[in-house]
Every structure is written in structure tokens, then in C-alpha cells.
């Protein structure tokens, strides 16, 4: 077999969420249909291109991402941003092999690659843009979300939005009754069926290896969940916030509100959060637009169990995304107190941004991220755009 050596380093180019580009005539390599078995009756299947050492992913219609192969008999290959790896072997009609994530004892799923294409047909049905749903998660336990749904060129495209973040891309299509969603961003893999009769909607979801849980709702454009502004609170006795933390290069970086002239950005993020690199990219943008009229910090929670591998996660994160904001360590080991770096009631989810004007005062706290696959975002982005720029405007008086 083919010797596949790795070239090159993964940059941020091996991430787009802009909508792959179709392939031409003269196009080379190969396609696949790649599958993710998550149980004996439900895979999550994508598109996959083959071009030399390069598999290309493609999340449905709306992003895509690269994996560069080595080895000879077992290929191997690690995905971008995330601690997830996979390896192949070669077979008479394909590849099969294993994806797995390197930060999690025994995770592993078996992975197809079959030749062939995906296609993804036109929606020709008019369901609603949105749904209110309760998901029924085992033990008596109910929980709202809000099912999206929207079409890309015809096509059926949609997420599960929660209180604190939202399932990314999800592309489908039509069965009947109903329809399904798939989606795998190299660590979340979905797969959302679903039954519509009139306004009213069931069905299941599967969620990685073993997460499972079904749903109803009624479909309302209108429904909302709880306050991103509202849902996370400062401490009693809290008076400024400050730290000292591990930076990405080995050195200490300080931080203290009461000396900042700047508006500032406290990020709360994780290497292993999807929503959390949505909304660092977000962050990035803010970063290099005002051009030093802002700070922008990420305070990275990991759990890999030293400050070594942690370190070595979030600078891949940094590099696979292309963010050029600083990134520090708040902690690296589970046993650590996550509620003790900052001045919080408690951390409620991954990503919890912190903004702060030039003076050291907490504007506002927001927690969660919905990202471009959410019906949020754009108004989010745009809205926080401009409070930054009013931030601005005040410290330059």
C-alpha cells in the first residue's frame, strides 16, 4: 500500500465553515460515503474525499475539515482543534477502521469509508422553523430545547438549541412522516429522527456513544429559553477579578480588572467544547477588528490531567482555528476547583464569556454560545459588535 507520510502543518484552512465547494470534472482522488456506527441500528453518515494523504470531511453541505494520514497498512490521522484521532485500514471496497477520542478512556466507534456520494436532496415540505420541545432524558428528567430547522439551497439543514449551546451543523432530509438530521464536526456526531403530524413533533436523538433521548414538541417561532444574560452571577463578596495563570508559552500571564484601560473579554472555554471554538472564532474576529482597542483572554478548563498535555490541547486548538488572542490554563485535572479562578457563583457551561469596560467593571456575563448553525447568532454577533464599540467610544472619552 501507499506509504502516506504527513506534510505540512494543520492550519486553520483545514476548518471552513463555508459551504464546500462541488467538486468538478476534473476533480481527482476519490469519494466516499463515510459512516460512524454509533449502535446496531443507527450510523451517522458525511461525505468523504480522498486526495492523496488528505481526507476531506464534509458536515453535510455546510462545512468541512481535513485530516492529513500517515502509515502504511493502518493509516492513521488526527482531526483538527479536537482530541480525536482515527485509524483505517484498507479493505477490497473501502476503508474500515475506528474513530476514537485520545481524551477519553475506551471511546471508540467503528468508521466506514464506502465508496460512493451522498447526495442531499430538495426539502420539498414546509415544517416550521422552529420547534419547542421537552427532551425526556431517563429518570424523570425533562429538559426544553428548541429544535431549528431551515433550508441551504432547498436542502434540509437544522440543530438542537439548548439553554447553554447548540448541536452545530445538522444536515438532512425527508422521510416519511418526517425527517432526519445527521452531523459530525470531528466530535460531535448526531443523529436527530423525527415524526411531524400538522403542528406537533416527536422522535429521538442519538448523541455520540451512548448518548440517547426522545422528544415532543410543538412547532412555535416565537419560543425562546432562559436569558443568556441572566442565568450566571457574580459572588457576594465579589470585588474585582483577578488572576494568574499559565500561558501557552510557559510564562505566567496576570491579569487584574483594576488595572485594565482596555475593554476586556474573559472567555471561559475548554479544548473539548465545540461551542466553545464557534464562539472563539467569533472572539478572533472582535480581536483583530478593533485592532487593539480591545483584550480578549481565553481561560482554558481542561481535564487531561497535567498542565503538559493541557497546554499541548489548547495550542492546538489556537493553531487548527487560527485565533491569534492569548490563551492561558485555568486548570488541567478534574479534581481541580473550576468555580475558584474566577469570582463566579459557579460555571454553568462551556463557553461563558465575561465583558468588562475600561474601568474593570462586569458589564455582562453570557453564558453559552449558539453558534452559525442557530437562528441567534447573527443578531448576537451583531449586538455585541456594537456594545464593544460603545465600550470603545467611552474609554476614548
Not at 441500528?41 to 494523504?53: A, D, G, Y
Not at 483594576?258 to 472563539?280: F, H, V, Y
Request: glycine content about 10%; some cysteine; proline content about 4%.
Amino acid at each position: 500500500m501507499k506509504n502516506f507520510i504527513i506534510i505540512g502543518a494543520i492550519s486553520m484552512a483545514l476548518f471552513s465553515c463555508s459551504q464546500p465547494e462541488p467538486k468538478t470534472e476534473a476533480a481527482t482522488g476519490q469519494d466516499f460515503i463515510g459512516s460512524i456506527i454509533q449502535n446496531d441500528s443507527t450510523r451517522v453518515s458525511f461525505n468523504v474525499h480522498l486526495e492523496e494523504n488528505t481526507l476531506t470531511f464534509y458536515n453535510g453541505i455546510q462545512e468541512s475539515f481535513e485530516v492529513v494520514l500517515s502509515g502504511e497498512d493502518t493509516l492513521r490521522g488526527t482531526f483538527p482543534v479536537f482530541a480525536s484521532d482515527l485509524w483505517l485500514v484498507a479493505k477490497e471496497d473501502g476503508f474500515e477502521g475506528e474513530y476514537y477520542r485520545t481524551d477519553a478512556n475506551n471511546y471508540r466507534l467503528p468508521l466506514e469509508l464506502a465508496p460512493g456520494g451522498m447526495t442531499y436532496e430538495q426539502s420539498p415540505s414546509e415544517f416550521s422553523g422552529q420547534y419547542a420541545i421537552t427532551r425526556y432524558l431517563g429518570e424523570g428528567i425533562e429538559k426544553p430545547a428548541l429544535l431549528q430547522l431551515d433550508k441551504k439551497d432547498g436542502v434540509l439543514v437544522g440543530t438542537i438549541a439548548t439553554s447553554t449551546g447548540d448541536s452545530r451543523f445538522m444536515t438532512g432530509y425527508e422521510v416519511e412522516g418526517g425527517f432526519e438530521l445527521m452531523g459530525f464536526d470531528g466530535r460531535f456526531i448526531y443523529k436527530v429522527r423525527a415524526t411531524v403530524s400538522d403542528s406537533t413533533i416527536e422522535g429521538q436523538v442519538w448523541a455520540g456513544m451512548t448518548g440517547y433521548y426522545s422528544f415532543s414538541g410543538i412547532a412555535d417561532d416565537n419560543a425562546t429559553l432562559e436569558d443568556p444574560e441572566e442565568m450566571s452571577s457574580l459572588r457576594e463578596d465579589y470585588t474585582h477579578i483577578e488572576w494568574h495563570l499559565p500561558g501557552l508559552d510557559g510564562d505566567t500571564v496576570h491579569f487584574d480588572s483594576r488595572t485594565i484601560t482596555k475593554p476586556t473579554i474573559l472567555a471561559i472555554q475548554g479544548s473539548w467544547c465545540p461551542n466553545c471554538m464557534d464562539e472563539g472564532r467569533v472572539l478572533d474576529q472582535y480581536y483583530r477588528e478593533f485592532e487593539g482597542a480591545i483584550d480578549v483572554y481565553g481561560l482554558s478548563y481542561e481535564y487531561s490531567g497535567t498542565l503538559e498535555k493541557a497546554t499541548a490541547a489548547v495550542q492546538k486548538m489556537e493553531r487548527d482555528l487560527g485565533t491569534s488572542f492569548p490563551m492561558v490554563i485555568a486548570t488541567y485535572k478534574a479534581q481541580q476547583d473550576r468555580n475558584a479562578v474566577l469570582p463566579l457563583e459557579q460555571i454553568r457551561s462551556y463557553p461563558t464569556s465575561i465583558m468588562l469596560d475600561h474601568q474593570g467593571n462586569v458589564v455582562k456575563i453570557h453564558t453559552g454560545f449558539y453558534g452559525p448553525s442557530t437562528k441567534e447568532y447573527d443578531a448576537y454577533v451583531k449586538e455585541t459588535r456594537e456594545e464593544l464599540e460603545a465600550l470603545v467610544a467611552k474609554a476614548n472619552g
